[in-house]
């Protein structure tokens, strides 16, 4: 069906119009991670004067001039260097903001890479070789079995918030990792489970009937015949899964009553509330980096990524 | 052969065994916990008493924060339901109608990118960047001579609430735009192919066929919406903490700040045992009352 051209043309500028407000308040972030507050005092709409210096400097790299170039520093203060101290300079005036950031961040990233990565693979494991069972063996109580699953997605976060809070507490699991993780694995195994239930179910039987036939065993089973062919689901699984560790923010913030073991998200909000709140750069550059891992793994595996979001979108 | 089957379904739980010991711990224990703990009085560490239901029926009659928080809930879930039940799907409807797949594809990346911003880092930007004095919006007015209409978006009481709602404007980043696309591309060609026989095409196609055939996926993000404006929260308490004063309070909030502030856990366990029974009454009604394409085909 051919369509006229002065539509497409209509569609493509009210696409644009909407994805450029979207993302409007990250271009700014990104922008303010190298301004100093005192530039941003200044002014508010303002391009890196650092970036400025840096762009001055290249070109004079480019037109190869080797002239002494007159550098401003953060407070205003000129000297006349020659170009290569300029560019380290402007350099170091635009990462401060960054690596002071990272410096505070550190702890948080390393607990947040931590609870996330224990909290996949618990999920993967746990959560598929259940799904396993369930799916291809027909025993006493199954049906029961996946109900109680199922049904636990009736529950509401906001009604087990407190009891679960005291329940860690009374374990004794408050201030350690397992106090995030063994919930997280809990609550993420069940929409796992469905997935991986669905996936394993749609598996040809005679593939399974001739290992067994071979004498594999449920391990021997697991391993060469479900691993080998769920790749794709598996890092569905493992995508949606670290999407959720990774935006918690609530209970990694009560359950670390001592502050110790704080992810990324509680974090940034102890961050913005205390003293370095002050200073802008500092906090958009810690914005930013707390998205970068995400980053990275969306323009890594775009694909999973969206079928991970929309079957998570079922966890009701 | 009773013993061989005997094992059989042992083995089977052996290996599920995991499963259940943590969704019985770390979810239902607490939710059985969550009904029987609302019935007492207590703080941690201290005697309990039984009060019977007396928590429920101070949360319902004589809490003062009861009906505010209850409106402002209702208001950013009313406000979310009829923007995400629109926007995204507009949008996903612009984009299923671009002529090539590539400019499709790109289209749905980038409404999709923001979501690698974890929530709260979203929240504090939108505080920071868009809200504060030296912000987008105060600096924005002041740029084009409206400087009189700036101020404290989250700290005026009248514009604190409204400051909330709009956060995330203009409502097309995430998950909304794929899961309405998706359904957009179930449609089977012929119907398509007809339509356009028929004449009908553009708006009246867009109402007449597109938004019937994609009723069940309206129907999931309606629910959704429901779900998660009753609990939410987490933007309140980053954002404004409830106030000023208790213009912002959701009942949320109100549980968050009687068990880690006021140390009351009965009582909060109480209020999330009234949030559960709100969110379950009106997910039942949803699912009995608004049919999904597929049942008003089988004439259910």
């Not at chain 1, 025993?139 to 329940?167: D, I, N, Y």
Request: with cysteine.
């Amino acid at each position: 069906m051919r369509r006229p051209r002065y539509q497409n043309v209509v569609l493509h500028a009210v696409l644009i119009v909407l994805a450029s407000l979207t993302l409007t308040p990250f271009l700014f972030t990104a922008n303010n991670i190298f301004r100093t507050k005192k530039e941003f005092d200044q002014s508010f709409f303002s391009f890196p004067d650092a970036f400025e210096g840096l762009i001055e400097v290249s070109a004079l790299y480019l037109t190869g001039n080797d002239d002494q170039v007159e550098v401003v520093d953060e407070f205003g203060a000129r000297e006349i260097v020659d170009r290569d101290e300029a560019f380290s300079r402007y350099i170091d005036y635009a990462q401060q903001g960054p690596s002071k950031a990272w410096s505070v961040l550190r702890p948080f990233m390393q607990n947040s890479f931590l609870v996330s990565i224990c909290t996949a693979i618990g999920v993967c494991l746990v959560g598929s070789s259940t799904a396993y069972i369930l799916s291809r063996y027909r025993f006493a109580g199954r049906e029961v079995v996946f109900m109680s699953v199922l049904s636990t997605m009736m529950f509401p976060a906001v009604l087990t918030l407190v009891p679960s809070f005291l329940l860690v507490k009374e374990l004794g699991l408050l201030n350690s990792y397992w106090a995030m993780i063994l919930p997280y694995i809990a609550s993420g195994q069940v929409i796992a489970i469905f997935v991986f239930r669905s996936f394993f179910a749609g598996l040809p039987e005679e593939l399974f009937e001739s290992a067994r036939i071979d004498g594999a065993g449920h391990l021997g089973i697991y391993l060469n015949i479900i691993l080998p062919l769920s790749k794709p689901v598996f890092s569905v699984v493992i995508i949606m899964n670290v999407l959720y560790t990774w935006n918690q923010f609530l209970w990694p913030f009560i359950v670390n009553t001592d502050g110790s073991k704080h992810v990324i998200a509680s974090g940034l909000f102890i961050m913005a509330r205390s003293q370095e709140a002050e200073d802008y750069s500092l906090m958009f550059a810690a914005y930013s980096i707390s998205s970068i891992p995400l980053l990275i793994l969306f323009i890594y595996a775009t694909k999973p990524f969206m079928r991970g979001i929309t079957s998570g979108a079922l966890k009701a | 052969m009773k013993q061989e089957k005997f094992s059989f379904t042992f083995t089977c739980y052996v290996i599920i065994l995991p499963t259940l010991a943590l969704l019985f711990t770390f979810i239902y224990l607490p939710v059985v916990w969550a009904f029987s703990r609302s019935l007492y009085d207590f703080e941690i560490g201290s005697e309990s008493r039984f009060v019977g239901l007396g928590n429920f029926g101070e949360y319902l009659f004589s809490d003062p924060t009861f009906w505010p928080s209850m409106l402002h809930m209702g208001a950013l879930t009313f406000f979310l339901v009829c923007v995400r039940l629109t926007i995204p799907l507009v949008v996903a409807k612009l984009i299923h109608s671009l002529s090539t797949e590539k400019s499709r594809y790109v289209y749905r990346t980038i409404f999709l990118a923001p979501i690698v911003v974890p929530g709260v880092a979203l929240q504090l930007i939108w505080m920071n960047l868009i809200y504060s004095d030296v912000g987008l919006l105060n600096e924005t007015l002041r740029a084009i001579g409206l400087a009189n209409f700036t101020q404290g978006w989250l700290t005026n009481p009248d514009t604190a609430l409204l400051a909330i709602m709009v956060i995330g404007f203009p409502f097309v980043s995430g998950i909304d735009v794929l899961i309405y696309y998706a359904g957009l591309s179930s449609i089977p060609e012929d119907v398509n192919e007809s339509c356009a026989l028929e004449g009908c095409v553009g708006i009246r196609k867009f109402f007449r066929i597109d938004v019937p055939l994609v009723l069940s996926q309206l129907k999931l993000i309606l629910i959704l919406t429901i779900i998660n404006g009753l609990q939410a929260f987490e933007n309140v308490y980053i954002l404004t903490e409830g106030g000023p004063g208790y213009e912002t309070i959701v009942p949320g909030l109100w549980m968050y700040y009687n068990a880690f502030k006021f140390q009351r856990m009965g009582y909060a366990c109480a209020i999330g045992v009234v949030l559960f029974l709100m969110i379950l009454t009106l997910t039942i009604i949803n699912i009995k009352y608004f049919r999904s394409a597929e049942e008003v085909k089988e004439g259910a």
